[in-house]
């Protein structure tokens, strides 16, 4: 099992930048993918950004390309998701999640273990 903790959410004005953790249990960190997913109000849970378990391989969707870095450290079981430039339609539940494979997934269905859910929202 593994177990994730959000934290950083909150609400901020457009143009700033807000920084989200996520904190693993378990000593094999380094062997999960991870993926942070977001979901807005009404709207479908979709993939944000992901990156490999040694952190070579990192993917992001193209509304957040160029804004958002994804980051980790094994060494401390941690994942992060730095944002700037932040919009109105960045509001959402940010959720972190874990794979069990060394390779990134952009679809829900590819991770196995998720988060309680970080909420942020950006005010115009």
């Given amino acids: 099992q593994v177990q994730?903790?959000?934290?950083g959410g909150g609400s901020v004005q457009a143009?700033?930048?807000?920084?989200?953790?996520c904190a693993a249990s378990g000593r094999t960190f380094s062997m999960y993918?991870?993926?942070?997913?977001?979901?807005?109000?009404?709207k479908e849970r979709e993939f944000v950004a992901g990156i490999s378990g040694t952190?070579?391989?990192?993917?992001y969707a193209d509304s957040v390309k160029g804004r958002f870095t994804i980051s980790r450290?094994?060494?401390?079981n941690t994942?992060?998701?730095?944002?700037?430039?932040?919009?109105?339609?960045?509001?959402?539940v940010y959720y972190c999640a874990a794979?069990?494979?060394i390779g990134v997934?952009?679809?829900?269905?590819g991770y196995d273990y998720w988060g309680q859910g970080a909420p942020v929202t950006v005010s115009a």
């Fill in 4 to 7: 994730l903790v959000e934290s």
């Fill in 99 to 101: 794979r069990i494979a």
């Fill in 55 to 59: 952190g070579s391989r990192i993917y």
């Fill in 15 to 21: 143009g700033t930048s807000l920084r989200l953790s």
């Fill in 79 to 92: 994942v992060y998701l730095q944002m700037n430039s932040l919009k109105p339609e960045d509001t959402a």
């Fill in 73 to 76: 450290e094994n060494a401390k």
């Fill in 105 to 109: 997934s952009t679809r829900k269905s």
């Fill in 33 to 42: 993918a991870m993926g942070w997913f977001r979901q807005a109000p009404g």
